[in-house]
């Protein structure tokens, strides 16, 4: 797992196969927080959701690369409510 203080607020999450999952709102434990920008469709609408950093491959630049494709990587997805 890559150092999660390399993880910056507004970086780029993307899958090993280099298609955009999502953007860093922030590191929330052992996880990152997306953007609720980038889940506002459907019943995902008014959530953030979690990859767990165990996911992170490596940080490049401002992106977050991860050890799954990016199909697979949002199964690993954790929702939560947050009127934030």
Do not use: C, W, Y
Request: charged share 35%.
């Amino acid at each position: 797992m890559t150092d999660a203080a390399k993880i910056r607020e507004r970086m780029e999450v993307i899958g090993a196969d280099g298609v955009h999952v999502g953007t860093v709102d922030k590191i929330d434990g052992d996880r990152i927080k997306l953007t609720k920008r980038d889940s506002d469709e459907g019943a995902h609408r008014g959530h953030h959701h979690f990859i767990p950093l165990s996911l992170v491959a490596e940080v490049e630049g401002q992106k977050v690369r991860l050890s799954a494709n990016s199909d697979v990587a949002v199964t690993f997805e954790e929702e939560k409510s947050d009127p934030t």
